[in-house]
């Protein structure tokens, strides 16, 4: 039987998660009366819940075209730049891509970013254009947009000879030529069987076992499972092997307890086992993990990893210890929460966790708020109790003992009325911008370069400049000198002196101070943030102050008390928001914005900023 090998990569938003669904749909996957769901490949809480792909994850279909019979392994990719470690690692396993950009919005920078490494792993692409029945669609434009940045970062001659496909994910159809409508996928399908090569390594049946583990999950009844393409021979249960790292040392040894190969969203045991070129999935080991080679005994070289991007955003996870720590959650000793934080970079390159001096706290550095947000989240799902301090961008020492810093290309897309102080306001950050132009439909998209420092805290602002129409977009370019000092939060905040519930009166009386962040009767302690002051400085108020009674009456009913509704946070919004002497309390049930010393006492007073 034929096979292919292909990973659908784009950039947020355009669509491969809804493309994959309906390749699976129409390659005959599904029984005619069995339940589907919409983006059947986002299995995680959080990616139903967010709309996006966290995890790269690998699917099979058959498909009996031109060719005859052909099984395309398919991997969906996340599009989100925070997550692009799951992409650089599982490009090693596909002999071709096809590059999805949509219609209207065209090429962004996380399409280059995974372009990039695809070229540079001597992919051939396949550009599909999605989403060709929008409004505002201008394939053409896009197809020589793609066609320069190939040029821009360098692509051979035979990967700029791409061809391209225009489709509707949403509505199950592709079409070489937009003039001749179809119904169906049946063309990209075919193009995928005709334009990707099948695996060169096919050729290595013969020699002994070996694989190249590129993802990790755990099995409840299985144990470990490791993914990753079968480079050479073929792995059989009950076969004995060996895991050796980057260096080829040994790690451990074990048996093939179950290979188990996707077919259509399930996983399938096979008993005979898998040749090379195959993507497979091997229970048996304890303790291999990513870019490890699992391989017969005979074995002793190591297959090369591909080298990790690394970090550039990094924060501080400790134990809680507010005076309601405890109360929400059973996962709160230090010890537990190391354990869970190591897990976490076992299976995740991108993360990188290392213990602080004083032993209670951890340093997670990942690729942006986003995906150290995810984390957390999940943590918190599971019953942590954390203490997150402000992320800060991991720095560097150049050659000459200079300090560098990241930074990153922006691209925003805004309503032409707002791009004034959208580019007033990131100046004010240390960005430079590349270009700026129309991009049709009455919006304006503003390209820059950024230090990664100034966008920790930018979002929130940006959606309130933009009345929650601009869409941001960034990704990591490369390090470059320090830029100076970059203006924070402007605003001090409201900080409580006391414990207890917070009354209705109390918090009417301070709305004229500033936004509330509690509302009336929840937990509050000292130290702990309950507003944003109108003006610079933090000041200390007292939340749970009641109405003095007295057995007077009043002239007058009294006015029953009707306060704002609380400015509520999500977790990223919290991270975002708070300042270098905050913390981001997390529990199950409650996210408390506090100071890092509560007693006022001991705090330092802020400097009034210039």
């Known amino acids: 039987m034929n096979l292919r090998n292909v990973a659908i990569i784009a950039h947020v938003d355009h669509g491969k998660t809804t493309m994959v669904d309906a390749l699976l749909a129409q390659s005959g996957v599904f029984r005619a009366n069995e339940a589907t769901t919409e983006r059947a490949m986002d299995s995680g809480d959080q990616e139903k819940e967010r709309g996006i792909t966290i995890l790269a994850k690998c699917t099979s279909v058959l498909w009996n075209g031109k060719a005859g019979e052909t099984r395309i392994n398919i991997i969906d990719t996340p599009g989100h730049a925070d997550f692009g470690g799951?992409?650089?690692?599982?490009?090693?396993?596909?002999?071709?891509?096809?590059?999805?950009?949509?219609?209207?919005?065209?090429?962004?920078?996380?399409?280059?970013?995974?372009?990039?490494?695809?070229?540079?792993?001597?992919?051939?692409?396949?550009?599909?254009?999605?989403?060709?029945?929008?409004?505002?669609?201008?394939?053409?434009?896009?197809?020589?947009?793609?066609?320069?940045?190939?040029?821009?970062?360098?692509?051979?001659?035979?990967?700029?000879?791409?061809?391209?496909?225009?489709a509707s994910g949403r509505s199950g159809w592709a079409t070489l030529d937009l003039n001749v409508p179809n119904d169906n996928l049946h063309p990209l399908f075919d193009l995928i069987v005709e334009h990707v090569p099948p695996p060169k390594v096919q050729e290595n049946r013969d020699k002994p076992f070996q694989m190249l583990n590129v993802l990790i999950e755990s099995d409840p009844f299985l144990g470990r499972l490791l993914t990753g393409r079968i480079q050479s021979g073929k792995a059989v249960p009950g076969m004995a092997i060996h895991a050796l790292d980057r260096d080829g040392k040994e790690i451990e040894r074990g048996r093939i307890t179950k290979v188990l190969a996707f077919r259509g969203l399930k996983r399938q045991g096979l008993e005979e086992g898998s040749e090379a070129g195959d993507i497979v999935a091997i229970a048996g080991m304890s303790k291999a993990t990513v870019a490890d080679t699992l391989c017969a005994m005979e074995v002793t070289d190591a297959l090369p990893a591909q080298p990790i991007d690394p970090p550039t955003i990094s924060m501080t996870v400790s134990v809680n210890d507010s005076p309601l720590a405890g109360r929400e959650g059973d996962k709160v000793q230090s010890r537990v929460i190391r354990d869970r934080l190591l897990k976490e970079a076992e299976a995740n390159v991108a993360i990188r966790v290392t213990t602080t001096e004083g032993g209670d706290a951890y340093e997670v550095a990942g690729r942006g708020e986003l995906q150290l947000g995810v984390l957390i989240e999940n943590m918190r799902r599971e019953g942590?109790?954390?203490?997150?301090?402000?992320?800060?961008?991991?720095?560097?020492?150049?050659?000459?003992?200079?300090?560098?810093?990241?930074?990153?290309?922006?691209?925003?897309?805004?309503?032409?009325?707002?791009?004034?102080?959208?580019?007033?306001?990131?100046?004010?950050?240390?960005?430079?911008?590349?270009?700026?132009?129309?991009?049709?439909?009455?919006?304006t998209r503003i390209q820059l370069k950024c230090p990664s420092r100034s966008l920790i805290g930018y979002q929130g602002e940006f959606l309130t400049d933009t009345r929650g129409s601009g869409v941001l977009n960034r990704v990591f370019s490369h390090?470059?000198?320090?830029?100076?000092?970059?203006?924070?939060?402007?605003?001090?905040?409201?900080?409580?002196?006391?414990?207890?519930?917070?009354?209705a009166f109390a918090l009417w009386n301070l709305e004229d101070r500033g936004v509330m962040f509690v509302g009336a009767g929840e937990k509050t302690y000292q130290g702990m943030i309950i507003g944003e002051n109108s003006r610079w400085d933090d000041l200390d108020v007292n939340p749970i102050k009641g109405k003095q009674l007295t057995n007077v009456r009043a002239s007058g009913k009294d006015e029953s008390v009707r306060l704002t509704p609380p400015r509520q946070m999500s977790l990223e919004q919290a991270?975002?928001?708070?300042?270098?002497?905050?913390l981001v309390e997390v529990t199950p049930k409650s996210i408390r914005l506090r100071k890092q010393v509560l007693n006022p006492s001991f705090r330092k007073k802020r400097v009034r900023p210039e």
């Not at 997150?388 to 805004?414: A, Q, Y």
């Open 479 to 503: 390090y470059e000198p320090h830029k100076g000092e970059i203006a924070g939060r402007l605003k001090g905040v409201l900080i409580s002196n006391s414990d207890g519930d917070t009354a």
């Open 575 to 582: 991270i975002a928001y708070i300042d270098d002497d905050e």
């Open 86 to 166: 799951e992409v650089e690692r599982i490009l090693g396993m596909v002999d071709g891509c096809v590059i999805l950009v949509d219609a209207e919005e065209g090429v962004m920078p996380q399409t280059k970013f995974v372009l990039t490494k695809a070229l540079k792993m001597g992919l051939r692409p396949i550009l599909c254009i999605n989403k060709v029945d929008r409004a505002h669609a201008d394939p053409d434009r896009v197809h020589n947009e793609t066609f320069d940045l190939f040029a821009a970062i360098g692509a051979t001659d035979e990967q700029l000879d791409f061809p391209h496909i225009y």
């Open 384 to 443: 942590f109790e954390v203490s997150i301090s402000r992320p800060r961008v991991v720095f560097k020492t150049g050659e000459n003992g200079e300090r560098l810093e990241p930074i990153e290309d922006v691209m925003i897309d805004v309503d032409d009325e707002f791009s004034g102080i959208v580019i007033e306001k990131l100046s004010a950050r240390k960005a430079e911008m590349t270009d700026m132009g129309p991009s049709g439909a009455g919006k």
